[in-house]
């Protein structure tokens, strides 16, 4: 479900709690990133400029400095994110409650009647369903079928062409139950027909809710939709269908979210428990892949500390750069100190990582375990100037020995350093926001080809 927009957000996240310099170039990398991905989910622009001019703008606030502001942008993200997702909102059960249906057509709203059977049913309720769908002639038995197989009692008239009298013909029976679930028909469009027909139903069936079902894949245009829904009849909230087949589903919820029409629940696949109760926080944290706000905020801690940083800064702004920095990088990453993650510490460099093949990419995190070792076994004047060790092959071949690996996995951990240390050395001034854009291309277009694996 939106994965895309899901790794984008993770990425920008990785970025923020990564990055050495929060400067204006990975600031301005960052942004896109999430434009890019929320327009894609089809998240109207308005809304995707004002939450990104709000990240912009704390980014650049000069008033919140180092691990803070990392954690201020991420909690600012997390929380404009919810924002935009909108309220939570959950059906109180009562006593004896209807649910009636509304929608177009192949909304979803007789699959997700089984849903809603399967969910309440689990939880103690006795649910039935009836078929008010007298518009297509399989409705009412593709109601019947679905509910059969839950061992759900749906009420059913394949001959009346009337939806009221159904209603009346049931109606002492459905007393028995606590849901009732309210099938009816759509229409190709909110038509004329369709709203007197809801109206006509709501005020017999008298429903406790009356949930509107919209699919997902027609995103920002739910806003329109559930505008025309709500100003016909009373809707007391939104069930959002086909989540899992769409990118647009993040429109279809922020657009809920613009005209107040709570989404309840959403539908994840055709099976019955295929439903989920929506709920923007645990939603997003999915998204996020995290566990809760606290959880991304460790994050930003985990990474390096405060003290790291700023002597990383530092010695990156003087263009100094020693294995001891190189092994600080693989180790900051944890046992995954992959090319990637390091490349992604180096402003402007995380953009390269996608043109390094991924078998590449894989090959190259088995060696930084090999590279760690290699480290280990260095003295500290190599470790202080690696370059002495091109020279001499003698101490190639004794930390090889040491570190108990192949004299080419050294050999590969110089070109790396020394590939490292050009790129830092020729972007140093990168941190006070020297390089445009353009030089950075141009500058991982180059290392690009140099990077050999
Ligand atoms: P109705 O005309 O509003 O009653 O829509 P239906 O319930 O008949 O559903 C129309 C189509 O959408 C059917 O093929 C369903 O299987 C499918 N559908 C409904 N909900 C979901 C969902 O959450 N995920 C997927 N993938 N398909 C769904
Ligand atoms: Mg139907």
Redesign the pocket.
Known sequence: MLEKLSNILKKTTDKIANAIFLDKNLVDSIVKDLQRALIEADVNVALVLELTKKIKQAALDGRIKGIEKKEHIIKLLHDELIRILGEKKEIHIQKHNVFLMV?L????????ISKLAAYYAKRGNKVCAIGLDVHRPAASE?LKQLCDKLNIKAFIDEEEKDPKKIWKKYESELKDYSLVLVDTA?RDSLDNELIKEMKDIAKLTKPTETLL?MPADIGQTAKMQAEGFKSAVDISGVII?????TAKGGGALTACAEVKAPVIFI????KPA?LEPFNPESFLSRLLGMGDLQALMDKVHSVMSEEQIEETQKKLREGRFTMYEFEQQIEAMGSMGSMDKIMSLIPGLGGMKEKIPESAMEQQQAKVKNWKAAIKSMTKREKEDPEILEKQTSRIQRIAKGAGIPTSDVRTLIKQFKIIKEMIKSQSGLAEGKLDQKTMMKFARKFGKKMKF
């Open positions: 929608g057509y192949g909304s979803g709203k007789t699959t997700t593709q759509g079902v269908t086909r989540m899992d087949s539908g994840t696949g055709e295929d």
